[in-house]
């Protein structure tokens, strides 16, 4: 995992976001599952380097 810090615009401050490794994910292979409240994703990489995240 890894946390990006990005630059601040105009002095104020700016979020940081949390970022994940789709690779550590899916440990290594092209799928995962990734649960938000009571409903199941699907997280797939596909054979292009994309990322589709299906119901």
Known sequence: MTIQTPPTLAGYATPVLPSYSAEDLTKG????HIRLGDQLYTLRITRA???????
Do not use: C, F, Q, V
Request: aromatic share 0%.
């Open 29 to 32: 292979g092209n799928l995962a």
């Open 49 to 55: 380097g994309k990322l589709i995240l299906t119901k």
